[in-house]
Antibody, heavy 116, light 109 residues
Framework: QVQLVQSGSEVKNPGASVKVSCRTSGYTFTTYGITWVRQAPGQGLEWMGWISTFNGNTNYEQKLQGRVTMTTDTSTRTAYMELRSLRSDDTAVYYC?????????WGQGTLVTVSS | QAVVTQEPSLTVSPGGTVTLTCGSSTGAVTSGHYPYWFQQKPGQAPTTLIYDTSDKHSWTPARFSGSLLGGKAALTLSGAQPEDEADYYCLLAYSDARLFGGGTKLTVL
């Protein structure tokens, strides 16, 4: 069965970087892209971007451009999302999801807390 | 940038029918926005209910259906169950971007 398993919670200082991983199984990795979505505490979902697992092409949400990098490792079937120059309003649960066009299967989420 | 709008909250009686809508600040929502609908229960990851306006996944209960209605995307729940109480989000595609609506908190009461 399709599974996406994300890395554990992180606590970071303002200005630091965080890299969240998303390990996949149960399907042909390069057939679907990976979307990243985040959700601040008590808030709605925010689309962060998408990466093609076939050729590495990316499409980032405009306001995150320059701070976010999405990558994949086809040998381990894992996707990564790195966010730099963290601020307090980056505190959120970060989700990866398999996405041919848009998300179908989701990871369990990774809580990233930005606090001094 | 476009804004996607949803009703902040709705209430439905058990066994009743309710329609949630998803509008776009740029004009009518069309099939070209590939509307998606997601359900999220407290403390859980979202699950995808509807894709490409009206298509269902194998896990989508038959009581959920998607459509275009009056220039908006719509999610209709027919025969609401207590377990349908959740937050519901729509997602629309705009050229290179995707935007979520603010979500609808659905109460079954």
């Amino acid at each position: 069965q399709v599974q996406l398993v994300q890395s554990g919670s992180e606590v970071k200082n303002p200005g630091a970087s965080v890299k969240v991983s998303c390990r996949t199984s149960g399907y042909t990795f390069t057939t679907y892209g990976i979307t990243w979505v985040r959700q601040a505490p008590g808030q709605g979902l925010e689309w962060m971007g998408w990466i093609s697992t076939f050729n590495g092409n990316t499409n980032y949400e405009q306001k995150l451009q320059g701070r976010v990098t999405m990558t994949t490792d086809t040998s381990t079937r894992t996707a990564y999302m790195e966010l730099r120059s963290l601020r307090s309003d980056d505190t959120a649960v970060y989700y990866c999801a398999r996405a041919g066009g848009n998300p179908d299967y989701w990871g369990q989420g990774t809580l990233v807390t930005v606090s001094s | 940038q476009a804004v996607v709008t949803q009703e902040p909250s709705l209430t439905v009686s058990p066994g009743g029918t309710v329609t949630l809508t998803c509008g776009s600040s740029t004009g009518a929502v069309t099939s070209g926005h590939y509307p998606y609908w997601f359900q999220q229960k407290p403390g859980q990851a979202p699950t995808t209910l509807i894709y490409d306006t009206s298509d269902k996944h194998s896990w989508t209960p038959a009581r959920f259906s998607g459509s275009l209605l009056g220039g908006k995307a719509a999610l209709t729940l027919s025969g609401a169950q207590p377990e349908d109480e959740a937050d519901y989000y729509c997602l629309l595609a705009y050229s290179d971007a995707r935007l979520f609506g603010g979500g609808t908190k659905l109460t079954v009461l």
